[in-house]
């Protein structure tokens, strides 16, 4: 693991654990990448804050059915020096909790719920994902990522399924801006492409799993050949991150029968692509802002009224 994917893992970069807000939207990221017994402690965490603040690793240990070390463990990997940590941000996620803010979880969505309920809770659990993500986006990660697509002379992007939507918005709002990008949706063309990349190109991967082949195949070429790498995941310990200078980390709202992980994770893929492609705007605002308003220009006719 490369030492900035530990330091985003286990806390941000100057160190310092996680504000209490942060906590719920990391244990919801990490959770799935961890063990079972891990899970328990940071599911309870998360569901009972102010229970557990008021526990003792001992007590926290014996409520999860797991030992006392599994404890510290998972407070460490949540970004917290020892329990003694997790336990003060606890209590200050209880008292935020206590103040008004919306609980942590909703209902899933049943089959029967009526169409109002649906948009409710789809609307909250969006909400909930933005939230998270903001939280837990590593904002110094982000920065040099803005810094290498700013300066790329190219810029490939790989992903497929749901992802491959989000590689395509990425690359369209490049292009406006005057930068030469390319979403890369075919795999076999991924990785011919990737070959010719050096180190003024730019590579960037969008996988929620972090395990998806044929995206960290292609991101693998282009970080041999030299290329700047990024890879926006959901899993920031999984695969894709051992090819990828700079890991963004999205989170996603839970799973149910009804809302797949395709869609959960393509709101939080979303924010940080407009978060990358409003940073690189913003450092070649002379060039683009004049493409811009040329590409509205482009356009403009298409959205008038047709004289008769």
Do not use: W
């Amino acid at each position: 693991m490369s030492q900035d994917l530990k330091e985003i893992f286990n806390g941000s970069n100057n160190g310092a654990p996680p504000a209490p807000a942060a906590l719920a939207a990391k244990v919801r990221t990490l959770a799935p990448s961890m063990t079972r017994s891990m899970q328990r402690v940071a599911e309870a965490v998360a569901g009972d804050p102010a229970g557990c603040a008021a526990l003792t690793v001992t007590g926290l240990a014996e409520l999860t059915g797991t030992s006392e070390a599994t404890v510290v463990r998972t407070a460490r990997l949540l970004g917290y020096p020892g329990y003694r940590d997790l336990r003060l941000a606890l209590a200050g996620l209880a008292a935020q909790q206590q103040s008004g803010r919306a609980p942590a979880v909703t209902a899933d969505i049943a089959v029967d719920d009526p169409i109002a309920d649906v948009v409710a809770k789809l609307a909250y659990d969006e909400q909930q994902t933005l939230a998270d993500t903001a939280a837990g986006l590593d904002t110094a990660q982000l920065g040099a990522a803005v810094s290498a697509l700013a300066a790329a002379r190219r810029i490939d992007i790989y992903g497929v399924g749901a992802s491959s939507l989000v590689a395509q918005d990425l690359a369209q709002k490049l292009l406006r801006i005057g930068m030469l990008a390319h979403a890369m949706g075919d795999p076999h063309l991924s990785v011919t492409n990737a070959v010719l990349l050096r180190s003024k190109d730019v590579a960037v991967a969008i996988t929620h799993s972090g395990s998806t082949g044929d995206v960290i195949e292609p991101l693998r070429v282009a970080f041999e050949h030299g290329a700047t790498t990024i890879a926006i995941t959901g899993r920031p310990n999984g695969p894709v991150s051992q090819y990828a200078d700079h890991v963004l980390t999205t989170s996603t709202a839970r799973e149910s029968e009804l809302r797949p992980a395709a869609m959960s994770s393509r709101t939080s893929q979303l924010l940080v692509v407009d978060c990358l492609f409003v940073g690189v705007a913003q450092r070649t605002y002379e060039t683009a802002a004049p493409a811009l308003a040329a590409s509205y220009e482009a356009l403009a006719h298409r959205h008038s009224p047709r004289s008769r």
